[in-house]
């Protein structure tokens, strides 16, 4: 019973605490979200920043995540920025508050090529009652020039 009252992030935060220092450790823990969300594991999303609050996941371009135009598909862009801005959401959180994500938007601003970052940051507002809190993620090429930018929608609630 205690585990639910724990801060929603904690473990993951704990998780990313333990492993970001050591050789492989951002690689393995990235695995470790590809594992406890399977769908997000096949972009292939690799975790470089992780604080409360703030998340910096990279997606190489390559073959498996590209589109007939070749630059990077439209749902891998949406992907990596579910991924980003779930992981900031679920660092913040505090103790004794539930959340879902409800809803995501995404604009696509140009051709997504090369290595692409996405990087979120949220600062959660006190929940007192069910409320709906918009998160997000840009979603950055090499150059910096946004590619495009994913909203995700999280309903949060005591």
Known sequence: MARALEAP?????????LLAPLPLGRWLFS???GWTAPYTRTIGGRVEELRPGFCRV??????????????????????????????AMMGTMPAGVRGIPIRLDIA???KARGTLSGETSVTVPAIT????????????DAGRAVVARCTVTWRLAP
């Open 9 to 17: 992030g904690a473990r993951v935060q704990a998780a990313w605490r």
């Open 58 to 87: 990279t997606l190489r371009d390559r073959w498996g995540v590209r589109n007939h135009l070749a630059s990077v598909h439209a749902i891998a862009l949406a992907n990596l920025g579910e991924m980003s801005s779930g992981l």
């Open 31 to 33: 695995r470790f979200v």
């Open 108 to 110: 696509y601003l140009k």
């Open 129 to 140: 009652r069910e409320t709906e809190h918009p998160v997000t993620c840009e979603i950055f």
